[in-house]
């Protein structure tokens, strides 16, 4: 059985909060005390949810003014779960590859 993104990001929901606040650091051990909170990473992950719907409902994204940014995120958040896989992640990492080249580049070079 697997759970999806939604249901863990509403495990933050603020009802939910009081379950949250003795066991956060252990499940988001790189998460800065200041932020470590039931409603801040809510927002980060209903945020990410978001983001990977309209991707994968191949929504286009190119022109999000802040889609570095929302990349930058992701990456923190994985962080902040397991700073380990900062660097496994960055050996299979394209984004910024495929983000600097343009949307231009990708019809370019396709088949």
């Known amino acids: 059985m697997s759970l999806t993104l939604g249901f863990w990001t509403g495990l933050f929901r603020k009802e939910y909060a009081p379950l949250w606040h003795s066991h956060i650091k252990g499940v988001f051990p790189c998460l800065v005390a200041r932020d470590r909170t039931p409603q801040f990473v809510f927002r980060r992950l209903t945020k990410i949810r978001l983001f990977r719907n309209r991707v994968f409902h191949h929504e286009p994204i190119w022109h999000w003014p802040n889609l570095l940014q929302q990349y930058?995120?992701?990456?923190?958040?994985?962080?902040?779960?397991?700073?380990?896989?900062?660097?496994?992640?960055?050996?299979?990492?394209?984004?910024?590859?495929?983000?600097?080249e343009g949307f231009n580049a990708y019809f370019i070079n396709s088949p």
Do not use: A, G, H
């Not at 700073?83 to 984004?95: G, H, Q, T, V």
């Open 72 to 100: 930058q995120e992701i990456k923190e958040t994985i962080e902040w779960l397991s700073p380990e896989l900062k660097e496994p992640l960055s050996r299979l990492d394209r984004f910024k590859q495929v983000y600097e």
